[in-house]
């Protein structure tokens, strides 16, 4: 029982960590784009 909690406990971090990178590779991105436009005009 102990090792299944262990492992939900670590598969939810490892969710959480993968979204946090997702989310930050996506803004910078996104201001990537916003700082190109600025500069083309």
């Known amino acids: 029982m102990m090792f299944i909690d262990f492992l939900?406990?670590?598969i939810?971090?490892?969710v959480?960590?993968?979204?946090?990178?997702?989310?930050v590779a996506f803004f910078t991105l996104l201001e990537r784009k916003e700082t190109g436009y600025i500069q083309i005009r």
């Not at 959480?16 to 997702?22: E, N, P």
């Open 8 to 10: 939900m406990i670590f």
């Open 16 to 23: 959480f960590i993968l979204f946090i990178l997702i989310s």
């Open 12 to 14: 939810c971090l490892v």
